[in-house]
Nanobody, 119 residues
Framework: QVQLVESGGGLVQPGGSLRLSCAASGSILSINVMGWYRQAPGKQRELVAFITSGGSTNYADSVKGRFTISRDNAKKMAYLEMNILKPDDTAVYYC?????????????WGQGTQVTVSS
């Protein structure tokens, strides 16, 4: 069973940092784009950042210069380093991956991890 599992969320004060991790497991043949999305209460899910299999990255304007996405293909992991966190960053953060499996290529989502930025 292919799955994505996030970890690293929590409560942090404004200006603080957190590092989210996403672990992919199961019968995975290839990992293409990996990304992080977030959804705040009452708002639509939005893209935070993504990284291609070649290492190219793209960020939402609201997090540029503060967040860094990375991946470790050997470990089937993706990371989101979040610095200078603001209350507006409070949301459930979801890992997404475009994975190739024995059954074909599909989009997968993690269950989400809560990030709360508050004093």
């Amino acid at each position: 069973q292919v799955q994505l599992v996030e970890s690293g969320g929590g409560l942090v004060q404004p200006g603080g940092s957190l590092r989210l991790s996403c672990a992919a497991s199961g019968s995975i043949l290839s990992i293409n784009v990996m990304g992080w999305y977030r959804q705040a209460p009452g708002k639509q899910r939005e893209l935070v950042a993504f990284i291609t299999s070649g290492g190219s990255t793209n960020y939402a304007d609201s997090v540029k210069g503060r967040f860094t996405i990375s991946r470790d293909n050997a470990k089937k992991m993706a990371y989101l380093e979040m610095n200078i966190l603001k209350p507006d960053d409070t949301a459930v953060y979801y890992c997404h991956a475009d994975l190739g499996t024995g059954r074909g290529r599909y989009d997968y989502w993690g269950q989400g991890t809560q990030v709360t930025v508050s004093s």
